[in-house]
């Protein structure tokens, strides 16, 4: 499942060194067999041309919050507060960060809240005190269907009088069905039309075929329809055609074809450049890592990366910038607060960053960055947390120095609404950029609480994060002019301050985006909203509201209207407007 994090859906690339990263060292050789099997190859095409198939299903109907959460807001990986503090007592995170439990230990495990994982999906056995629990998947109903008796020797006649007794007691079954049991009468017709295909009746096989779209379309035979609807005799193919329901069905299985005709297949492996890189080349590449997907982002970290040189980017600069990413990432995996910290916590905040250990005027620690605040990890004998601010707290922000003997130390002073005590860090050489991502955090959440859109304040932890990645990989002079080019949200505050109408502000409750996810914003065509429970108690399944978006070129993305997140994301409708 977790091949999905290491995929880029524009450009069709897979990043396979990163994703064997994620496997435990033992179990690499293997996984590595398996990324060369024809079958995974296939497997990452379907994931790739959005395949509606059972293992899409399955990810669908098992996403958590969060997923949907991440389907809505591009953002760098963390742990949430509550993975950090549920991995305490889940003997799967022992093991090192990049790393997952090894295949052959997992009948080990045993947990005492649910069962462990079994390679059987009929029963799940696990140690639980000093008996064992059994936990038993709930029996499939099954139908029995008697098959006429086959009589010999199989001379013509015998077949075809065979086929025929067959046929009928397929339409008796289905006759005498109730119309309510839907997923018996496919398997009916399914029958019925493969044994009218066997007697050469093409228009009877069509017809039962196509009223699998009235009780199972799961089990529809879309390659053979399509075989019988291109070898179909001109008589009978204009026998279709006038009958309506068929022609619909011969009308969507050529559609269908050109789509797959045109639908290109190729996967390809990430890889570092080797040459330089122009804009259009380094958007692509960018893209194709993983790290950001918004143009207008790459083009300001372009600008970044280029500060003092020609407008291009070496291999060695790239290579700089992405090992340095993707190592921050690694290491933020393995921040392991303790329980005394995350309590003050909400539980879907994550520590995106760290600075190293500073004196302040609260204590000496580290400063920790969160998407929603800034707090103190205290050093001693126990680790405390000590607010700093909520970035919506905060009232101003100043770079400066204090003298220390003969020294000048840069010290960043931070003064919020709730405080008269203005909290100062002797930050020294990280003094700098510490400045531009609490400016650039503050002017975030403002334009995310004036727009009621949270994808701001996540649009403004890619900009810092991405500022420490180019600082962390230029090492020169000009690395936090450099780094200031991707300060966003703090120059729109300053330069171009988008004032909300005073109606717009006390009317709008919380702003989405459809397009969240895309390269570039798309224009939505429809708008519909089906009804449902907002308390998910008061009906089982899924029984939640939806806004269902139209965009263009026939994409629908579904948003869940009780929490407004993704529950679906751009499935396709064909390439017509809708």
């Not at 899409?56 to 993975?83: G, V, W, Y």
């Not at 999906?121 to 109903?141: A, D, F, I, N, Q």
Request: hydrophobic share 35%; proline share 5%; aromatic share 8%.
């Amino acid at each position: 499942r977790e091949v999905k994090d290491h995929l880029n859906y524009e450009h069709r690339v897979f990043n396979s060194e990163e994703f064997l990263k994620t496997r435990a060292i033992g179990d690499q050789p293997f996984y590595k067999k398996v990324l060369e099997t024809y079958m995974f190859h296939s497997f990452l095409k379907a994931r790739l041309n959005r395949k509606m198939d059972a293992f899409a299903r399955l990810e669908l109907n098992t996403q958590s919050e969060e997923d949907r959460l991440n389907l809505m807001f591009h953002a760098p990986r963390r742990m949430t507060m509550e993975k950090m503090a549920s991995k305490r007592f889940n003997p799967q995170y022992m093991i090192s960060r990049r790393m997952v439990i090894s295949m052959p230990n997992l009948q080990d495990i045993t947990l005492p809240e649910r069962p462990t994982r079994n390679s059987s999906l009929r029963r799940l056995e696990t140690g639980v005190g000093k008996g064992r629990m059994s936990v038993k998947m709930p029996p499939k109903s099954v139908s029995t269907f008697k098959i006429p008796e086959i009589h010999f020797p199989l001379m013509f006649q015998s077949v075809h009088s065979y086929y025929t007794d067959f046929f009928n007691h397929l339409s008796k079954a289905i006759n005498t069905l109730p119309p309510d049991n839907s997923a018996l009468l496919a398997r009916y017709f399914y029958l019925r039309g493969l044994i009218s295909l066997m007697q050469g009746k093409l228009l009877n096989a069509l017809s039962d075929f196509q009223n699998l779209d009235k009780t199972d379309l799961r089990i529809f035979p879309t390659d053979l329809v399509r075989k019988i609807v291109e070898t179909m005799p001109p008589s009978e193919r204009s026998q279709a055609d006038r009958k309506p329901e068929l022609k619909k069905l011969i009308s969507r299985m050529m559609e269908k074809q050109r789509e797959v005709m045109k639908i290109d297949d190729h996967v390809k492996n990430f890889e570092l450049p080797k040459t330089h890189m122009q804009l259009d080349d380094f958007v692509k590449r960018i893209q194709e890592s993983g790290i950001v997907k918004d143009i207008d982002t790459i083009h300001r970290l372009f600008d970044a990366l280029t500060v003092g040189h020609q407008k291009q980017i070496d291999p060695e600069t790239f290579r700089d910038f992405y090992n340095y990413w993707k190592e921050t990432e690694a290491e933020a995996q393995e921040v392991n607060l303790p329980p005394t910290v995350i309590e003050h916590l909400d539980k879907n905040e994550c520590v995106y960053k760290l600075s190293c250990s500073v004196k302040t005027n609260y204590g000496v620690g580290k400063i920790a960055l969160t998407q929603k605040r800034l707090f103190l990890l205290t050093e001693g004998g126990c680790p405390g947390y000590v607010q700093i601010a909520a970035f919506r707290d905060i009232e101003d922000v100043k770079s400066t120095t204090v003298a220390f003997l003969l020294l000048r130390i840069p010290t960043l002073r931070i003064k919020t609404l709730s405080k008269k005590e203005v909290f100062e860090a002797n930050l020294k050489t990280e003094c700098d950029l510490w400045y531009l991502i609490v400016k650039e955090m503050w002017a975030g959440k403002k334009m995310a609480d004036d727009h009621k859109d949270p994808q701001y304040i996540q649009q403004a932890l890619t900009n810092v994060l991405l500022m420490d990645a180019v600082v962390g990989a230029l090492q020169s002079s000009k690395t936090i002019y450099a780094a200031s080019k991707l300060s966003y949200f703090d120059r729109m505050k300053n330069e171009v301050p988008m004032m909300v109408p005073k109606t717009t502000s006390e009317t709008l409750k919380h702003k989405i985006n459809p397009s969240a996810g895309e390269t570039f914003p798309q224009a939505i065509d429809v708008l519909l909203y089906t009804p449902g429970h907002l308390d998910p108690s008061e009906r089982p399944g899924n029984a939640h509201p939806k806004l269902w978006c139209a965009l263009n070129e026939g994409k629908v993305v579904v948003f869940d209207a009780s929490t407004w997140s993704i529950q679906q994301h751009c499935f396709k409708m064909g390439h017509s407007k809708l």
